[in-house]
């Protein structure tokens, strides 16, 4: 059964990190893209990060420089690193593959205020 469980989320005040964890099952993270989506109230789900076979990245705009994606294949894992939190990054954080083939998550809450 394929499934994928998101943690590492929390409330954090800005300037702060967090790491968040996403273990999957059911299917290897490892054999295509993976990516972190994020999403707002009232808003759209929007992609954040994405990380490649060859370990290539990419990332939106608005989190250059601030978040790093990752992945652990001997534990079948993606993480992402967020430095720099701002308010605006406050939103339920998800990951899949990119495209998002598979089933959601619940995903984790990132709140960051003061």
């Known amino acids: 059964q394929v499934q994928l469980v998101e943690s590492g989320g929390g409330l954090v005040q800005p300037g702060g990190s967090l790491r968040l964890s996403c273990a999957a099952s059911?299917?290897?993270?490892?054999?295509?893209?993976m990516a972190w989506y994020r999403q707002a109230p009232g808003r759209e789900r929007e992609l954040v990060a994405t990380?490649?076979?060859?370990?290539?990245?990419n990332y939106a705009e608005s989190v250059k420089g601030r978040f790093t994606i990752s992945r652990d294949n001997a534990k079948n894992m993606v993480h992402l690193q967020m430095n720099s939190l701002r308010p605006e990054d406050t939103a339920v954080y998800f990951c899949?593959?990119?495209?998002?083939?598979?089933?959601w998550g619940q995903g984790t809450q990132v709140t960051v205020s003061s």
């Open positions: 990380i490649f076979l060859g370990g290539s990245t």
């Open positions: 899949n593959t990119e495209p998002p083939w598979r089933t």
């Open positions: 059911g299917f290897t993270t490892s054999s295509g893209a």
